[in-house]
């Protein structure tokens, strides 16, 4: 490449070479919205009546005791749950105003928009690269010499590129666990997402490595818009701006972050972020 990218890599040249939107278009505050969202796997009921708006550019995470629904929640918005036997919602789910169950919304289009980074690092059987680059091949965003670009900006983006940029033809699997989710997350953001879902995405990560994941989130923000589910109370506190505390199958309670660990309205809350709570 003529050019030498450097590690803080323009927007506006992220966005004209993965042929993003006019950042200047007016779009609506909230990404996200849920209408009196109810989820269910047959005739177990997992969410009742889950009404909440995303503000665009901000970080939420999902806290709650096990099996409280926050993952189900998480892959709600990205539909990964259709296709899970028994599997049925009521209510909506809006992006930008749009349902995301509209008969004319597609699957693939809305994954693009809406990404998703699980809990233990995946990989595609596929070289380093084009495990950063696969979903822009498939969605036809880039093509050619401008795939390795789209590769290096992400790989920059993520911290690593230094690691990886002699052996972009290797195998994923000979990289560490923590460069394994930091490649995953590269992925996720080359289609060039407007929300991204994590599901305990450093559960499985060292703390050095957590640390690296956390600082990326941090500065992902206000581009792009982050919801993460997350059991470590401190990750929550660090990370997010907006905090939603699930308990026994409801939405207990959300606001700030500060607020809802510091001063929440609701003694399930109290107890769970106090550790009185499992």
């Known amino acids: 490449m003529d050019e030498v990218l450097k590690p803080n890599v ?15 278009v007016d779009r609506p505050a909230h990404v996200i919205a849920t209408e009196g969202l109810n989820l269910h796997f047959g005739s177990k009921s997992i969410l009742s ?17 096990t099996g409280s629904g926050k993952s189900t929640f998480l892959r709600t918005l990205n539909r990964m749950n259709d296709r899970v036997v028994g599997f049925r919602h009521e209510g909506d789910v809006r992006l930008d105003g749009c349902s995301i169950w509209d008969p004319g919304e597609d699957l693939l289009t809305l994954r693009r928009r809406v990404g998703m980074l699980f809990q233990r690092p995946n990989p595609f059987p596929m070289s380093i690269k084009d495990n950063v680059v696969s979903g822009v091949r498939a969605h036809r965003i880039a093509k050619g010499k401008q795939l390795d670009v789209v590769a290096e900006i992400r790989l920059r983006e993520v911290g690593l590129w230094d690691a990886v940029k002699d052996r972009l033809g290797d195998s994923p699997y000979r990289l560490s666990g923590g460069q394994q989710q930091l490649l995953c997350l590269a992925r996720a953001l080359a289609v060039g997402p407007e929300v991204l879902l994590l599901d305990e995405p450093t559960s ?6 957590t ?11 206000p581009a792009l818009s982050l919801i993460v589910v997350t ?7 660090r990370v997010s701006d907006v905090t939603m505390f699930f308990h026994d199958g409801r939405l207990v309670e959300y606001g700030p972050t500060d607020q809802v660990f510091e001063r929440p309205r609701e003694s399930d809350t109290a107890r769970y972020v106090n550790g009185l709570m499992g």
């Open 10 to 24: 323009d927007s506006a040249r992220i966005e004209s070479v993965l042929h993003q939107l006019d950042p200047d």
């Open 204 to 209: 499985a990560l060292d703390p050095l490595s």
């Open 211 to 221: 640390e690296s994941v956390e600082e990326l989130l941090r500065r992902l923000t």
């Open 231 to 237: 059991h470590n109370l401190g990750q929550a506190r």
């Open 49 to 65: 009546g889950v009404n909440m708006d995303f503000t665009r550019g901000t970080i939420t995470a999902l806290i709650g005791p």
